[in-house]
């Protein structure tokens, strides 16, 4: 299955959220679950990001679905990439 990063940030009232209700992190993983995709990996960082996400989806459109969705609540921002694992890119370069 395909596999993307999702680096997100908190707005205030996403950090309000989460600070009233750690929880909320992990019913939030098991509602992009029932988007169809899941979330294989997942850090809280410090620097541009709050948070880095590994996560698993059948497509892009799938994907594209998950940070819309997530977004739309207005509670973070999200950049989403797509991650080749390196044997495969080594291989298109030959």
Do not use: C
Not at 14 to 34: D, H, I, S
Not at 53 to 68: C, F, G, H, L
């Amino acid at each position: 299955m395909p596999t993307y990063i999702l680096l997100s940030t908190l707005s205030p009232h996403g950090v309000g959220t989460l600070k009233a209700n750690p929880q909320r992190l992990l019913e939030v993983n098991a509602e992009v679950e029932q988007m169809g995709a899941k979330v294989v990996q997942q850090w809280a960082v410090l620097g541009p990001y709050d948070f880095v996400n590994i996560v698993e989806a059948p497509d892009e459109k799938v994907i594209a679905r998950v940070s819309v969705e997530l977004a739309a609540r207005g509670t973070a921002h999200f950049q989403t990439l797509t991650a080749i694992p390196v044997d495969e890119f080594l291989s298109l370069l030959k």
